[in-house]
């Protein structure tokens, strides 16, 4: 039980080397938004199991619980939602969307970096979002910011890979990106699973389906940029012209 508390050590650099790739994938296509937010979500990840490693090594601390809150919580999942809105909606939609999105995150942020915290033994490893808001009671309306955030994150980064497997599977041709959206789909579920049991009390489940669901991610969307080596014109479904985390 004690090795799983280091598994976030290898999640965060995986998170390096996955963002990485994704940022070198936009510089050489030299466009596309998507992939810079995806990019940055993948960092924001590895962030948050940052966070996560550091307090194992060096025990809990309010700096690093804000931390892990703010990449964790607020930042898990909408960057790379974002990525999304910006495959499958129009760019004036998407900028509106995400115009208000960062003006929520701002806002969220302000409110855990001000919240104070209930007292918490520095010698445990254990992380939940159970910490912010006083003893009395007050600030505690806090932790109820970040379930709009999930929301936004759970219809356009968990939905629209499953619409885009959906549409894919119609076509032979495009099998392999059919796959690749499950992938990224059921990798986006599994830290959603894994926060529940963290606000039970059980943080290495967490740390377990983080470091699963991004491996999943990661091979989702290099089956979706991967060239087959024979692609006919109509290998595109007519449906949606800009699919999912498609290159």
């Known amino acids: ?106 806002f969220a942020a302000a409110c855990v970096l001000l919240a104070p915290l209930k007292e918490y033994p520095y010698e445990s490893t ?18 109820y910011l970040s379930p709009f955030i999930n929301t936004y994150a759970v219809i356009f980064l968990i939905g629209g890979a499953f619409l885009s497997a959906y549409r894919y599977s119609k076509n032979p041709e495009t099998r392999h990106r059919f796959y690749g959206n499950l992938l990224i789909a059921v990798g986006a579920i599994l830290p959603g699973i894994g926060g529940s049991f963290s606000r039970m009390g059980h943080t290495e489940v967490l740390y377990v389906t983080e470091f699963i669901g991004l491996l999943l991610i990661y091979r989702g969307y290099r089956l979706c940029v991967r060239i087959p080596a024979v692609e006919s014109p109509t290998a595109r479904p007519p449906v949606l012209e800009k699919p999912v985390i498609n290159a």
């Open 126 to 143: 254990n992380l939940t979002g159970k910490l912010l808001g006083a003893p009395d009671g007050s600030w505690v309306w806090v932790r």
């Open 1 to 106: 039980m004690q090795a799983v508390l280091y598994l976030p050590i290898l999640t965060t650099l995986f998170s390096a080397f996955f963002s990485y790739r994704i940022f070198r994938h936009y510089l050489h296509k030299k466009s596309g938004p998507h992939l810079l937010w995806w990019g940055f979500g993948v960092a924001a990840y590895g962030l948050g199991t940052l966070a996560e490693s550091l307090v194992t090594l060096f025990g809990w601390n309010p700096f690093l619980f804000r931390m892990w809150y703010i990449t964790g919580a607020l930042l898990g999942g909408s960057p790379l939602a974002t990525g999304t809105v910006y495959l499958l909606l129009k760019r004036r939609t998407a900028n509106i969307l995400t115009a208000v999105l960062i003006a929520f995150l701002i």
